[in-house]
């Protein structure tokens, strides 16, 4: 089992920047893949950034690529995603997730990723 919570969500104008951390207790940390996803009102969650267990390897979405980051502590149990340059389509519900059978490259298949936070909402405001 793992319990993942999300911290860092808020309103921020466009061009801001906003960190975004996620808390893993349960499973080993560093045993499993993360990722993040985020879901706009009336959309479908999408995949917006994963990083291996080690975090020798991230994935990022073409629309966020260049803008936001992804990373990890493993001895804190804890994934992060630093978001800049942000844009008023960036604003949805982010979670994380956990793969925690996933080795090698992370996923951006919602389906694969066993557990979830409970979301935090970020707000871009034009």
């Known amino acids: 089992q793992v319990q993942l919570v999300e911290f860092g969500g808020g309103l921020v104008q466009a061009g801001g920047s906003l960190r975004l951390s996620c808390a893993a207790s349960?499973?080993?940390?560093?045993?499993?893949?993360m990722g993040w996803f985020r879901q706009a009102p009336g959309k479908e969650r999408e995949f917006v950034a994963g990083?291996?267990?080690?975090?020798?390897?991230?994935y990022y979405a073409d629309s966020v690529k260049g803008r936001f980051i992804t990373s990890r502590d493993n001895a804190e149990n804890r994934v992060y995603l630093q978001m800049s340059s942000l844009k008023p389509e960036d604003t949805g519900v982010y979670y994380c997730a956990a793969d925690v059978d996933r080795v090698g490259l992370p996923s951006r298949v919602r389906y694969d990723y066993d557990y979830w936070g409970q979301g935090t909402q970020v707000t871009v405001s034009s």
């Open positions: 349960g499973r080993t940390f560093s045993s499993y893949a």
């Open positions: 990083i291996s267990r080690s975090g020798g390897s991230t």
